[in-house]
């Protein structure tokens, strides 16, 4: 059993860091405020490979593996949530076209996801349908030689600049979600129109809006798989995204650890350092098991993916143990800077607020409870 990277992974690693601290760092503060992800961040990305990590090299990405995607995630997300969203969207799109299409879809429309030359989302979740999939209005019917889709996705990240996306809808709304089929998308095709961003509490930086489908044509050679087989692809896909979204919540709990440990070094109290004072050591030292065992539930997902092992059970409870340390790990770190916590100058505030869409997005952590709860064959 080895619990140290190879020499490849640390070099991806220190690449992913640079690139964080570097490039995107410095304009964290400022795409929150503006709710806006600057362009040229995608298209320094994408120079990088970044966008291709887990797509193999047959394909046109860098063959990095999942575990080389969730050192990715990881790293841009100790700077920057939505920086890691933007990378794990794109991949869980990418990842089920993939897994699913034909020779023919995989060389039109997977080697541009993993080259980076588009951008890909994911239409799943709707107004009226988030955990429970099968409440889906999103309608498709087949004419001639092409599916109409009329309805509606809530949440959609990177709508704004998204060029090919999965998008599910019901074609056989009386089978529930045996009824429900997956679709490759262009999403510059006419009849679609993205929203505007949806004001939220975290990720401001992120591309998240609501994409309405009006009468859209797609082609019938465009069906993912055949008629049905939506609920499976999107719920399989899902449980890779998870390792991503995993990754994230990993992330932005050890970037806020750092930026709470530079604190406590430098400011005093009562004639001392914070860092001297044994509660803080105390509570630095419980965060930071957290952090390492978050760490090794998500490499442990991540390489059983890897290696063709079943882990969708390990990706779940990586989001469900790595989402809830976020969550307790950057409160802890506002607590640790006190007043300037709570201020938007310091960066762990914002971190505060981008934890706890990790316990929601790509399954709540109640929904990961299910799946592995279901993986236990004991209930």
């Known amino acids: 059993m080895e619990f140290e990277l190879n020499k490849t992974q640390v070099l991806l690693q220190q690449l992913f860091r640079k690139f964080a601290e570097t490039e995107i760092?410095?304009?964290?503060?400022?795409?929150?405020?503006?709710?806006?992800?600057?362009?040229?961040?995608?298209?320094?990305?994408k120079k990088y490979g970044f966008l291709g990590t887990a797509f193999p090299r047959e394909l046109g990405g860098a063959g990095a593996g999942y575990l080389g995607y969730a050192l990715c995630v990881e790293e841009l997300s100790k700077?920057?949530?939505?920086?890691?969203?933007?990378?794990?969207?794109?991949?869980?799109?990418?990842?089920?076209i993939a897994q699913f299409a034909n020779d023919e879809q995989k060389k039109?429309?997977?080697?541009?996801?993993?080259?980076?030359?588009?951008?890909?989302?994911?239409?799943?979740?709707?107004?009226?349908?988030?955990?429970?999939?099968?409440g889906q209005q999103t309608k498709a019917w087949l004419e001639g030689d092409h599916y109409v889709i009329n309805g509606s996705k809530m949440f959609t990240t990177n709508a704004q600049f998204s060029?090919?996306?999965?998008?599910?809808?019901?074609?056989?709304?009386?089978?529930?979600?045996k009824g429900i089929s997956a679709f490759i998308v262009d999403m510059h095709s006419k009849g679609i129109e993205v929203g505007k961003n949806i004001k939220r509490m975290g990720i401001r930086a992120a591309s998240n809006t609501e994409v309405y489908y009006d009468n859209v044509i797609v082609p019938k050679e465009n069906l993912l798989g055949k008629e049905g087989d939506g609920f499976k692809i999107a719920m399989q896909g899902l449980d890779g995204g998870r390792i991503g979204i995993a990754a994230q919540a990993l992330g932005v709990a050890e970037g806020a650890l750092n930026e709470a440990l530079k604190y406590i070094k430098e400011r005093k109290q009562?004639?001392?350092?914070i860092s001297s004072f044994q509660n803080t050591q105390f509570k630095a030292a419980e965060y930071q098991t957290l952090v390492?065992?978050?760490?090794?539930?998500?490499y442990r997902a991540a390489w059983a993916h890897d290696n063709h092992k079943p882990f969708g059970q390990f990706a779940a409870m990586a989001k469900l143990y790595a989402s809830t340390i976020a969550q307790t790990v950057t409160s802890g770190a506002v607590q640790f800077l006190g007043g300037y916590g709570y201020q938007q100058e310091y960066q762990v505030e914002r971190m505060m607020?981008?934890?706890?869409?990790?316990e929601i997005y790509e399954g709540t952590s109640e929904a990961q409870k299910m799946v592995i709860s279901g993986s236990m064959k004991v209930f």
């Open 292 to 298: 390492d065992a978050a760490k090794l539930l998500v």
């Open 353 to 358: 607020r981008d934890a706890k869409i990790t």
């Open 79 to 96: 700077v920057d949530a939505s920086s890691g969203l933007l990378i794990s969207v794109h991949n869980l799109g990418g990842q089920a």
């Open 25 to 45: 760092k410095p304009y964290a503060e400022e795409m929150d405020e503006t709710a806006t992800y600057r362009r040229d961040l995608i298209d320094k990305m």
């Open 270 to 273: 009562f004639g001392k350092k």
């Open 108 to 134: 039109k429309w997977v080697t541009r996801l993993a080259t980076g030359e588009a951008i890909g989302s994911f239409g799943l979740t709707e107004p009226g349908a988030g955990t429970d999939a099968a």
């Open 163 to 177: 060029d090919i996306g999965i998008v599910m809808a019901m074609t056989n709304k009386a089978a529930g979600t």
